[in-house]
Every structure is written in C-alpha cells, then in structure tokens.
C-alpha cells in the first residue's frame, strides 16, 4: 500500500469525518456547564456552513519521501428536520514528482441513501450510493461533529467573548477526547467506502489537538469552530512497512462557519447521481 495513497485516503476522512474583541471574564465552571447543557439541548431545523483547511504531511524515509501540501475549501447546506444534506469539497493537493492534483468530492444524504460523486481532472467524475444505515446521520452531519467537541471534551476553557458576523459569542477553548474523535474518523472512512481504518486505533495518532468554539450567546448556536491537529503515523499503523517509509506527520488546520440557521433549504439530487453504482456499508 503506497504512503501517497494512506495519505490521500485519512486526508479526506479528517476533512469530510473537524472578530471583535468583548468581555475579559472567564466564565465560571457551572456556568460553563449550563451554556454546554443549552448547546446539546437546542433545536434547529437547517444551517448552511462553509470550511477551509490547509495540511501538510511530511513523509520521513522509504521510496517517497518528501513533503504534501493540500489546500481545501467547501460548502453545505443540511436539512434537519428531514434529515437531508448536501456537502460540496473542492481539494489541491501539490505532491513531490506528481505535481498539482485537483478533486472535487460531492456528498448527499437523500432518502434512504448517501451519495459521493469524485471528480478527478484524468478521470472525470465518479459516483457511487450506500444504503443509509442506522447512525449514518449522526456520522455525516456537521453540525453533529461541531456539537460533538463540546460533549466528549476532557475539558473545556472559557476565553474572552467575541463576535462572529457581528453576534455576540462565548469562545471556548476545548481539549476533545482523541478516542471519541478517532471513532468518529473510523465511522467517516467506513462510511466513504474508499479505505477501511476500522483495524487502527486512530486515537493513538493524534499527537495534539486544539479546538475552539464560538457560541451564540443568544440562542447557543455554533457559529465557528477552529482545528488543529497533529498526527504521527508509523508503518505498522497503517498495514505498511519500513520500505515504505519510516514515519508520517501530519498536520491540519480547519475552519467551519455556520449560518443562517433555520432558513428555508432545498436539496435536489444531481442526475449524475441517479445512475450511481451501489457499494455496500
């Protein structure tokens, strides 16, 4: 198994699987507490979000060697009340001796099934369906994996407030539970079908990781979460061995913004989509 393809295949299950300044206070922990219980508890009925991320990895040894940059940005609108969605990630990905590489991945959760269509420049695009599984919503929903940070986190910080788009926020500095978050990863890569991860233990890569939250003081809604995270891959740890490389680091920023909120949304399948060839869960 190549190091380029671990790479491209984990790549996209952390990217698909992650201001004005006010007030100086910290919030007390109770009160920290309350906010997060409001947080978990609220109801909404669609948000759209946008995401950008930059990573590098750097690859140590073996026939390979050399260091990959990717750059990525996307769009998404999800209907929660039907439990409908729409995910849209453009990709570059500059890798030694191969040059720029451009992607484009499409995910739709419709009916009774999720749909990924994958345009590559030399290949064009690609569509395939899974039958939705019971969870699948949880796994694919953002606004889930936002919320998630909060409650599994190990601890969690206040900072001082600031505003998102003119909203008042909390901003929260969180420490996630990294086994919570490499389960999420082996239910992400599982559900695109593309690589199986489910024989790692995801959480034991993380190096270290960072998140930050800003919350609506108002009504609690996410409106911004940052990442960062760092991760060291060996051989073993991905099926490989000491000819392929001797180690990976891998290191990614991400930033998803959350807006307008309970806003009308329409999400209509591609044709191309119809005609896509079922893979199994």
């Known amino acids: 198994?190549?190091?380029?393809?671990?790479?491209?295949a984990l790549s996209l299950a952390l990217v698909l699987s992650f201001t004005l300044v006010g007030c100086n206070d910290k919030i007390p922990q109770d009160e920290i507490d309350r906010i997060i219980e409001n947080v978990l508890n609220a109801q909404f009925d669609s948000v759209r979000m946008d995401m950008d991320m930059t990573a590098?990895?750097?690859?140590?040894?073996?026939p390979e060697p050399g260091e990959i940059t990717m750059f990525g940005d996307g769009t998404g609108v999800m209907d929660i009340t039907n439990q409908e969605m729409r995910m849209t990630m453009n990709m570059t990905v500059d890798i030694p001796e191969l040059g720029v590489q451009t992607m484009v991945s499409k995910v739709y959760l419709v009916g009774d099934w999720m749909y990924t269509g994958v345009e590559i420049a030399e290949f064009g695009e690609q569509w395939f369906k899974t039958e939705a599984m019971p969870?699948?919503?949880?796994?694919?929903?953002?606004?889930?994996?936002?919320?998630?940070?909060?409650?599994?986190?190990?601890?969690v910080k206040s900072l001082p407030d600031q505003a998102v788009d003119g909203t008042d926020c909390y901003v929260f500095e969180i420490v996630p539970s990294v086994e919570a978050l490499g389960e999420l990863l082996s239910q992400q890569s599982s559900?695109?079908?593309?690589?199986?991860?489910?024989?790692?233990?995801?959480?034991?890569?993380?190096?270290?990781?960072?998140?930050?939250?800003?919350i609506a003081r108002d009504n609690?809604?996410?409106?911004?979460?940052?990442?960062?995270?760092?991760?060291?891959?060996?051989?073993?740890?991905?099926?490989?061995?000491?000819?392929?490389?001797?180690?990976?680091?891998?290191?990614?920023?991400?930033?998803?913004?959350?807006?307008?909120?309970?806003?009308?949304?329409?999400?209509?399948?591609?044709?191309?989509?119809?005609?896509?060839?079922?893979?199994?869960?």
């Open 220 to 281: 609690y809604q996410v409106l911004k979460t940052e990442v960062y995270m760092l991760m060291q891959m060996l051989p073993e740890d991905v099926g490989a061995t000491g000819a392929d490389f001797d180690k990976m680091l891998m290191g990614m920023n991400m930033t998803t913004k959350l807006y307008d909120y309970n806003q009308p949304v329409s999400i209509n399948l591609p044709e191309a989509a119809l005609n896509a060839s079922e893979m199994p869960y």
């Open 191 to 214: 559900a695109m079908g593309n690589m199986d991860f489910s024989q790692m233990n995801l959480a034991d890569l993380f190096q270290e990781m960072k998140v930050k939250e800003w």
């Open 135 to 155: 969870g699948m919503w949880e796994q694919q929903s953002q606004l889930d994996q936002q919320i998630a940070f909060l409650k599994t986190a190990v601890e």
């Open 56 to 62: 590098t990895v750097e690859v140590i040894g073996g």
């Open 1 to 8: 198994m190549s190091a380029i393809r671990i790479i491209l």
